[in-house]
């Protein structure tokens, strides 16, 4: 095991990727089928939605550490049903450890790493639960046919902007708080409890978006900022493209 495993920056890299996984108060008038679908139009609307069949985007990721900000890109592939692949590249050079890879793959039914800190291994458990909650191009289209409870809780606060909360209850994996706008109706934020084998306990994580722009006909946020107790990050994306041709092969694990 390298020495920086447990201190690195990276060392819960994971908690990165899971900001992917998953990319979805109680009123009189409002009921779950009434948030979700007015999420969904304003997010562009379930038939302009249904035409994208891949994405592409890529980005700076930017880690918050105790020697500083540490920056480095970031792609992210996706496709439909429900496929994905991360890469991760951050230099480590400062903490003596050098250029730090994080290669996740997921091809809809399992799931595998390539990571220069921790070592390649194949995801398991509550991770590839997150993972197959998951599908492209929003899991609000498809949660019911994958057996996921969707609930209303109370309204909340986040930051200055009130927000309905959805309550997203799958049969395995994390259950997830989806805040949604209350004037945009438009994701603002999600929370979700994250196992991390590596770190041998849970941790929460909470992901804000920001910065919506209309991409291909669907809003698409390029600014995300994610914190848990061991890790803070924030991304800007500076591309996105749809309907893309993608090797299958970025989707799986890569043959010995």
Partial sequence: ?????????????????????????????????????????????????????????????????????????????NAVPNKSRTLIKVDLTSLGAGEAVIDQRFDGKSGYVMDTIQGNREITGNQMDNLR?????????????????????????????????LILEPTAGSVARQYIDAQTYLPIKLVLKVDVPQLGREVEQSTEFYDYRDVDGVKIPFALKSTSAVQSFTIAITKVEHNVSIDEALFAKPAP
């Fill in 1 to 77: 095991m390298n020495r920086f495993s447990r201190r690195s920056p990276l060392a819960s890299g994971l908690l990165v990727l899971a900001a992917f996984t998953v990319f979805t108060q109680r009123a009189a008038a409002q009921s779950v089928d009434d948030v979700v679908e007015k999420c969904l139009t304003a997010l562009g609307g379930r038939a302009a939605l249904a035409k994208l069949k891949s994405r592409s985007m890529t980005g700076t990721i930017t880690l918050s550490t105790p020697v500083g900000d540490l920056s480095g890109p970031i792609e992210v592939l």
């Fill in 133 to 165: 909650n998951g599908s492209f191009p929003n899991p609000l289209m498809t949660y019911k046919e994958m057996g996921i409870v969707g609930k209303l809780g109370d309204k909340e606060k986040v930051g200055d902007r009130d927000a309905y909360v």
